[in-house]
């Protein structure tokens, strides 16, 4: 048995040497067009893409243009090269047609990819230099690229996240960005010992003296009680930031309470445990 199929093996090199051998030139000139074809297929995505800055274009659509371009330019590149080594196309569509199960099947996720990229260009959730986090893994970064297949991000920590583009368009997400201002909220515990309107008062000041929160009419601040809770009391803070200077602003506001607390000798009370232990002449001992 081992020797048939070592047999067969050897006879399938030879024959497989053979057509090498007679399809040497040919093999050489579709190794000459895909390296020169692929460096043509880069040069028109790059002029494609100063084009479409050139005029404006939506960068999303700009984006899955040139990724479609791409794919089909190198898809012809490909069927010629098939076609220059004599295999005819009748017999590949022949065998594409007997597996067209299994490639259906294979391509499956592939085709909802590219009607998911469909419905981002169409619908708009997120375009281009919008920050998204997208509901499901908890993926989240700017948008950089909307192609084809898949949604590029690059996030905070200058990694690059691929998601494919089946996935955005059928599951939730969170466009941060889309919006011109974005909302603070901050949460602290007071001592039930200190004076609620004297911490309100003194709060109003310092987000006043913050020259990046809003202070207009639609960007309300408000400062309130929140909760009582075991050992504080929680007050909240409610105020606005333009978009690109949220974090920035958010921990500038914190910083200037921490400081201007320390100064009005306003703590921040933290749990603490008090453990009582009994001796052994009856006397009680506190130790926190």
């Known amino acids: 048995m081992k020797q048939k199929t070592i047999e067969k093996?050897?006879?399938?090199?030879?024959?497989?040497?053979?057509?090498?051998v007679q399809k040497v030139g040919d093999l050489a000139l579709c190794v000459f067009i895909i390296v020169v074809g692929f460096k043509i297929v880069a040069f028109i995505k790059k002029m494609l893409k100063k084009g479409f800055q050139?005029?404006?274009?939506?960068?999303?659509?700009?984006?899955?243009?040139?990724?479609?371009?791409?794919?089909?330019?190198?898809?012809?590149l490909l069927i010629w090269c098939i076609?220059?080594?004599?295999?005819?196309?009748?017999?590949?569509?022949?065998?594409?047609?007997?597996?067209?199960i299994a490639i259906g099947l294979a391509v499956q996720g592939s085709l909802s990819n590219i009607a998911g990229g469909v419905l981002i260009l169409l619908?708009?959730?997120?375009?281009?230099?919008?920050?998204?986090?997208?509901?499901?893994?908890?993926?989240?970064?700017?948008?950089?690229?909307?192609?084809?297949?898949?949604?590029?991000?690059?996030?905070?920590?200058?990694?690059?996240?691929v998601i494919p583009n089946g996935i955005l368009a059928n599951s939730?997400?969170?466009?941060v960005t889309r919006q011109d201002k974005r909302r603070i909220d901050i949460f602290l515990g007071i001592s039930y010992d200190e004076s609620i309107v004297k911490v309100k008062a003194l709060l109003a000041k310092i987000i006043e003296r913050e020259?990046?929160?809003l202070q207009d009419e639609e960007s309300e601040v408000v400062i309130f009680v929140n909760d009582f809770e075991e050992s504080t009391v929680s007050i909240g803070i409610r105020a606005w930031a333009p978009m690109d200077l949220y974090w920035k602003t958010r921990w500038s506001l914190l910083e200037h309470i921490k400081e201007e607390f320390d100064r009005e000798n306003i703590s921040f009370p933290y749990n603490q445990l008090d453990v009582h232990v009994v001796s052994d002449n009856g006397k009680k001992e506190i130790v926190s």
């Open 83 to 100: 076609g220059i080594l004599g295999v005819e196309m009748s017999s590949v569509i022949a065998i594409l047609g007997s597996a067209s």
């Open 172 to 175: 939730s997400l969170t466009n």
């Open 123 to 161: 619908l708009k959730p997120f375009q281009v230099g919008d920050y998204i986090i997208e509901d499901n893994k908890k993926n989240e970064g700017t948008v950089v690229a909307i192609d084809i297949f898949y949604t590029r991000l690059h996030t905070v920590d200058n990694k690059t996240v």
């Open 9 to 20: 093996t050897l006879k399938y090199a030879d024959k497989l040497l053979d057509w090498i």
């Open 211 to 213: 020259e990046n929160i």
């Open 54 to 76: 050139r005029h404006n274009m939506d960068p999303s659509v700009a984006s899955f243009l040139v990724s479609f371009v791409d794919i089909g330019l190198k898809t012809i």
